[in-house]
DNA sequence: TATGAATGAGACTTCATTCAT
DNA sequence: AATGAATGAAGTCTCATTCAT
């Protein structure tokens, strides 16, 4: 194992690299990584110039990381209209069987409406419900809250941290959220006239509420208070964009 | 500087401390804090404890100071119909075209309205729009953003910070926007069950969509900007809350 | 490149680590001289023991290298009277005067006599000064300054450095001057009973002030400066030995 | 000895840098010189920025020393006779046994004349002999050539070292040898045109042969070597400057 | 009480050299 | 034979904290 780039190597680095910062922050050794990783602080230096480029390196193969799962974890439950249930940790990761459309027809949610309004924005609401929740625990779970702390904390030392940024939240709003609010719209269910602004909407204050009743994913989270937070936002953009 | 702890060079202290953490981060040094303080090292270790003790104390500080001027900042430049609420020092931001409040009666705004919807939503939009400018400005600001970038990045080395802590948006929520959505209410301009709860969801999405946009502060937002902000997040709250 | 310690990548280190040593000192690193010479760092060491080996590896060629052009550089411009010697590569450095060979007979030269003194004395200064100008040109040439800073840098820590060395004057000397003056004195235009003495102490006097001048090869010399040198040290030189 | 800025420790901290980077060069390393001065890194960085800072305060502290001391060493032995020259601080240093003065008159000089010279210029040749001597010694001396190597040495990192730096032989030039060379001319001994010249050229030629002898004050020379050498130079400048 | 000099640990980074391929 | 990955030591510099004045 020597005279060739390991990538072996460079691949344990990142990843000590990695949760090295996500759990202390820039301050975290370069000795300690290196350690870690077990390789000598030579290697590491071989590898990634200076600890700033092995910090952006980390940051960015974290984010890669984090992308993925979260994006199969909170695939869309893909209800149909009969069934809106959650079919839980269904990771389909590939050939993603379009998520179930808010069919127009009556929903008989297996759960009592969070609202108090008459369909069919009901099922609608239900299902952004369970959007949410899976969106929260993704967001919630302590490797992407740690990387959204470490991002917003170096965000002012390392400029280039914000290219490529939204908030953390974007992965979910761009791929899923957003078709299923145009899906909504296109079923008469609500009436978006922007389902990208809508999904976005939905996502930040979601994962807004969720971060601060967590003290940024500090704190632990029950099951029950990440679905009143879900519900309750949930409750806000289907009634915001209720057919008038 | 005779036997007794001088508050003057405690405050002295705090205020360099408080200006080297914001701008640095933790790892800003005592040396340079006591330098800019103009104090020897050991006063200060004399007035706190150890680096921690003096970092808590100068996030405390800042809290409070930034809480006041914010307030003063945002604060509604305008008033319910009934009750007039705190006519304090409304900065009024030069020339700023006093928010119309809500008034029961035709709202002539003397703005177009953002919305297409029919009185007297249109005129809460509005107010909210202006609200949410000032709200942006004050979040935004450099103190403001670095002391909420500064909390994130510690509150998992400080536990502590998380006590009395919201999002930073707090203040600006608890204090004024929940007494406006209660005088909406009031005049059956909006159907709001729970201000309280209005007035958090418009600050958190008004706010997270502020610092997504300026990467957390870190750039800034033109006056434009932060308008179309403001106003599509008071869209979609007086969306939700219109009567039906 | 198969089996048999390569000739060609011997020549390409032994060039890197001239140029390396030169520019940076012994501190220069082997990785660099590896990474310009375009061989593995094995490679280096497999044909030098070590860094101390290399290092007067280098010295040495850079000597032998920088003699060659010196010497070719400093071919005195002409010759004595009754021989011709190595007319060579004599350039004449634009529209330099054709520098006067002492000759026996009355010197018209075609100059004004640098001194005031009569004949033929006048026409040894000149040459001697047209010589002195070479010399300083290549002895504060970016080489050869280079390298004589190096070794006196390191001579206390390689003492071999000072076997086979002088002052870095020394190749001017014992080829060319001494010869010019012999045939000075031969022709009865200057009384030097010890020709190598003269050309020592001519070609010492006035490097060293040619080195002091420009910061020892730091800083340029103009060529009027290099003149006026070259002119008082000839003076000088001629005055001594002018006949009784 | 705390919170005063303690000037012994500075003093130790810059003998214990001089010595070291003499001894060996700019890498010489700060820790090192700490553990000799006898106190913390810390303190040594607290005295002076960085490490070049460090290094040039050394080396200005040890031109200094060594200038001081080789003025004294090489303080003219004597005077002229009919004008005293310099009756300042001119610690004779001990009995040094009287150096003859350009007399005047028939020069009987109380050592055999070097050169085979008629009268007078014997007695300068004999009198420069023996300044040149001195001077040898101090230039050679272990501190003052480990002073000049350092600084050709570093000169092309650290060009602030040629400010004020001729070439380590001006402080005998410009005092004494100047004043010497002027009561030679005025005694009518010598046709020196350009005292400081003269002066120059005599101090430059010494000390270069001296050097090269010397391996640049690596090696030791023997009294006769440095006698010979300095017998040699008075020998050449003598004539240069011997009254047509 | 207040000062700032001093400390010792530890940070990042680089080096000459060797080893496994 | 040649590569470049790996090592361990060392270098410069900074830090939070204490001590002597």
Redo the contacts between chains.
């Keep these: 194992m020597t005279g060739v780039p390991s990538q072996a190597k460079r691949r344990a680095i990142l990843e000590a690299a990695t949760e090295a910062f996500l759990h202390s ?1 820039y ?1 975290a050794s370069v000795d300690e990584i290196a350690a870690v990783a077990g390789v000598g602080k030579q290697t590491v230096y071989r590898h990634f110039r200076d600890k700033q480029t092995l910090f952006l390196a980390a940051v960015a193969a974290a984010r890669t990381t984090t992308a993925e799962q979260t994006l199969t974890a909170a695939s869309p439950p893909t209800t149909g209209p009969p069934t809106a249930s959650r079919p839980t940790a269904s990771r389909p990761t590939a050939g993603r069987p379009a998520a179930g459309p808010p069919t127009a027809g009556p929903a008989t949610a297996d759960r009592p409406a969070a609202g108090d309004w008459v369909f069919p924005s009901g099922a609608a609401a239900e299902t952004l419900t369970l959007l949410g929740e899976q969106i929260l625990a993704a967001a919630l779970s302590p490797t992407v809250a ?1 990387l959204h ?1 470490l991002t ?6 390392h ?1 280039e941290l ?1 290219d490529h ?3 953390g939240a974007e992965p979910f709003v761009d791929q899923e959220l957003a078709g299923y609010f145009r899906r909504c719209a296109d079923a008469g269910l609500l009436d978006v006239p922007d389902p990208a ?1 809508a999904a ?2 939905f996502a ?2 979601l994962v ?2 969720g ?2 009743a967590s ?2 994913g ?2 632990h989270l029950t099951t029950d208070q990440r679905h009143a937070i879900a519900a ?2 949930a409750d ?2 289907v ?3 209720r057919p008038a």
Excluded: C, F, H, M
């Excluded at 917003?152 to 030392?157: L, V």
């Design positions: 922050g301050s740690a702390r917003i904390a170096e965000i002012g030392n400029p914000s940024w939204g908030d602004r976005r909407q930040y204050l807004t509420e971060r601060v003290a940024y500090t704190k309750e936002t806000l953009i009634r915001a964009y």
